[in-house]
């Protein structure tokens, strides 16, 4: 179209049929064809209405085709279900449970009412009758329309799916369940009354077991495939253990072999008993415990010990007749002529042959027998030391053996015999053990009692060693004092030895500083001890450095008094018979001094050139006494007779091999016992000068020589000093106790 | 064989005769545990059943089969002989009271 020109601007719509660009905006005008039927126009205005019908048109009511095997046209069979049209068909396996297929297998055994397996568990609960049959009919039913399907499917040859519209659907019963009862009412009516007439007893009867109906699966469509896993074949095995071992036994049982049996077991645990004992028991037992033959025997060498015995001193006396007879009866006639002064005359010596090489140091003679004396042999010598000792009781009558010794396992230094028991003999020991010594056992026994070497002895040389008084329990005890500064006290108990230190000897030497720099307190050591006569708690110590100290057993840190008496190591100290506040010392600084308690000064003072070993008073005389040196020589002294010199000096042993240690007198008889460093004791017999008695005054005949005695000594002391103007100290201090 | 001492011996009759009374291991093989339950066990059942020996055995061996296993045997008496098989560890032969003899054996 050629385009108009537009002079004119503005179009309105009226003027759009000019325009033919804008063809669609026009209304259109009603196109008539020519061959339309002219309608009157009341007829156009005539409403028509339109209905909606189920009827479907198309729908075929028979169809007919043509069969070529008649040759004519046949009526197609008409769909089971009518005007619908299938959407879905599923072919299903379920077979009418009265078909012919059906019954055949029943018939052939697989449809059997059988029960599960499972059992009780498949009892239903009760339902209603309308229930059960809803149930029931539902499963015939699948099996006609499956049963029709079959029928029709062995007769419909050709396989036309989408013109098969007659297939049963699934068995399902959900699903068919509406649409089955629709279809199969017919073919389920007619099964529903004879499951009914079935279905009746059960009904009544619900509580019981329902049996499960197997269902029927035919060949074709179901097979039946089973496996079975692999099972071990099974084995049987047995064994037998072995049995516990066996043995035989037999035995008699009677009252004869019973007793025997517990005799023989009673006999053995006695042994055995013995055998637990300690064997130190089990030797005195054993001691103890002899047989007749062993008590016949020992009493047979009882009496030939006896018989010897007597035989020894016979032959003793025999040999010794001469010097028993001088010891007892002879008197030096020529003391007489010499003025005062005497002599000793020398009657035996005795030795003791292991002890050749031994020092005596210590002699005692027995306070019970006026024969026998005690000596202690041991070593003084300090560089040779010897390894033993020895102990040996010397009788006069037997000059040639000793009565009774024993040997020790260290030198014996001191001893000391037990005025009430004289059989009891203490000593002292240069290893610093004490020891008790029963004369009474026999030789073979060793000491009674013995102090224990680990705590309580000594730890150094015991020096001096004295029986004191008994103790309150009536236990024996005596008192050592030794080099380590000790006065012990010991108690004599049931099995042992029972220490207590009285006193530790303090010297006056200031603390010096020890090993680890501590100050140690020297002790002093002590050499000798005594005892005062009557009172039995004060006791007078010399020291090795020459003090005196009086103490007391009250007193344990301090001495009562004390004296410078010597310069050397104190050797004895011994009180006066007759006067107790005199005594007597010796020392090393060759000097005998006599002493009167409570004055620092002694009253008499001798120098006897060597050192002096043992100063004794004489038992006879108070003013008498005897001491032996170094030298080999004793002196005897009669402060009576001569104040300042000795009325005998004699030499004993020679001077140049042996020095005299130690001196006694006997209690009774006129003589004295000396002890040498070579083993040897001498027993010499004082001369009658040296043994002068008191005559007791006209006007007093009948007093005693005691009481002479003392007079005697007074009436000396008072010449060589002024009366005691202050009791002694013993005395003063002590008066009260 | 060990002895246990148990009781102390009985008074001397005439003369030297001492009746020893405490129980006495003739013979045994036991161990130590189930010979001393053994012993108090014979003791006890003895002293008790001092009349009748039927009881006291009966007494040792239900005891004995409770405490170590079934099969015990046990004898009481006086004056019998015997042979016997028993399983080894097992046998108690003792004396007691004097006159009394008790075996106890375990042999199923």
Sequence with gaps: ?737 | MAEEGAAATGGATAGEKVIHTYPLIRHSDMSEEMRTEAMELSVTACEKFSQNNELAARMVKESMDKKFGPAFHVVVGESYGFEITYECTTICYMYFGGNQAICIWKCS
């Design chain 1, 1 to 737: 179209m050629a385009p108009k020109k537009q002079k004119e601007g503005n179009k309105s719509r009226a003027n759009l049929a000019e325009d033919e660009a804008l063809d669609w905006l026009k209304p259109r005008t009603l196109l008539k064809p020519d061959d339309q039927e002219e309608v009157p126009e009341a007829d156009l205005e005539e409403e028509v209405g339109r209905v909606l019908t189920t009827i479907n048109p198309q729908w075929v009511a028979d169809e007919v085709a043509y069969h070529y095997g008649q040759g004519r046209f046949v009526l197609k069979p008409k769909p089971t279900f009518g005007k619908a049209y299938p959407l879905y068909i599923y072919q299903g396996t379920a077979i009418r449970k009265d078909s012919e297929e059906a019954k055949a297998q029943i018939a052939a055994g697989y449809g059997m009412v059988g029960f599960d397996d499972a059992g009780p568990k498949r009892a239903k609960v009760k339902k209603s009758a309308a229930e059960e049959e809803e149930e029931e009919e539902p499963e015939p039913e699948p099996a006609a329309p499956a049963e029709e399907a079959k029928a029709e499917e062995d007769a419909v040859q050709e396989e036309e799916k989408p013109a098969a519209p007659e297939e049963v659907e699934a068995p399902v019963d959900e699903a068919a369940v509406g649409e089955e009862t629709a279809v199969a009412e017919e073919g389920g009516e007619e099964a529903a009354p004879e499951e009914k007439a079935g279905e009746e007893p059960l009904i009544e009867e619900v509580i019981t077991i329902k049996p499960r109906v197997k269902k029927l699966a035919n060949q074709f469509n179901f097979c039946e495939r089973a496996a079975l896993t692999y099972n071990n074949p099974r084995r049987s095995v047995d064994t037998q253990t072995i049995p516990p071992p066996r043995a035989n036994y037999g035995s008699t049982c009677l009252q004869s072999i019973i007793f025997d049996f517990y005799q023989e077991d009673y006999a053995r645990k006695m042994k055995e008993k013995e055998d637990e004992k300690p064997k130190r028991l089990r030797k005195k037992a054993a001691k103890h415990a002899k047989s007749a033959q062993q008590i016949h025997d020992e009493q047979l060498a009882q009496r030939i010990r006896e018989a010897w015995t007597i035989l020894e001193r016979l032959v003793n006396q025999n040999i010794y007749d001469d010097i028993a007879q001088d010891y007892r009866y002879w008197d030096d006639p020529s003391d007489e002529f010499r003025e005062g002064m005497g002599s000793l005359l020398p009657l035996w010596k005795f030795q003791f042959e292991p002890m050749r090489s031994h020092a005596v140091c210590e002699v005692q003679w027995n306070p019970h027998y006026q024969d026998l004396f005690a000596v202690a042999y041991g070593s003084l010598d300090f560089t040779q030391q010897q390894k033993n000792g020895c102990l040996c009781l010397f009788s006069i009558k037997n000059p040639a053996y000793p009565e009774y010794s024993v040997i020790t396992e260290s030198p014996i230094i001191c001893l000391d015999v037990y005025h009430e028991t004289p059989y009891l003999i203490c000593v002292g020991r240069y290893d610093g053990n004490v020891c008790v010594y029963n004369a009474q056992l026999t030789l073979e026994s060793s000491y009674q009692y013995k102090s224990d070497s680990v705590r309580d002895k000594h730890s150094n040389i015991v020096w001096e060693i004295r029986w004191g008084a008994r103790l309150i329990d009536g236990e024996a005890s005596f008192f050592s004092i030794s080099g380590d500064g000790r006065v012990v006290q010991w108690a004599v108990m049931p099995g042992e030895l029972q220490a207590t230190t009285i006193i530790t000897l303090q010297s006056s030497v200031p603390p010096i500083p020890g090993p680890d720099g501590t100050l140690l307190t020297v002790n002093s050591c002590g050499s000798c001890i005594c005892f005062h006569p009557e009172k039995a708690d004060i006791f007078m110590v010399g020291t090795e450095d020459g003090m005196i100290h009086t103490c007391s057993l009250k007193y344990n840190r301090n001495y009562v008094r004390s004296v410078q008496g010597h310069h050397m190591p104190v050797y004895r100290i011994h009180y006066n018979y007759f006067n107790n506040s005199i005594y007597a010392s010796c020392s090393g600084d060759w000097r005998v001094k006599i002493w009167e308690d409570g004055r620092d000064e002694p009253l008499f003072m001798f120098e006897l050139g060597s050192p002096v070993g043992d100063v004794k008073w004489a038992p006879y005389s108070s003013t008498v006494f005897a001491a032996c040196t170094a030298d080999g020589k004793v002196y005897v002294y009669d402060l009576n007779v001569n104040k300042y010199r000795p009325i005998c000096v004699q030499a004993v042993v020679s001077k140049k091999t042996k020095k005299l240690t130690r001196i006694d007198f006997n209690a009774r008889l006129p003589v004295l016992v000396c002890g040498d460093t070579k083993g040897t004791s001498h027993v010499v017999k004082l001369s009658p000068n040296l043994r002068v008695m008191c005559k007791p005054p006209k006007k007093a005949q009948g007093v005693d020589q005691r009481t002479l005695q003392i007079m005697k000594l007074d009436k000396l002391l008072s010449l060589v000093r002024d009366p005691p103007f202050q009791t002694g100290v013993v005395d003063e201090k002590f008066d009260d106790d």
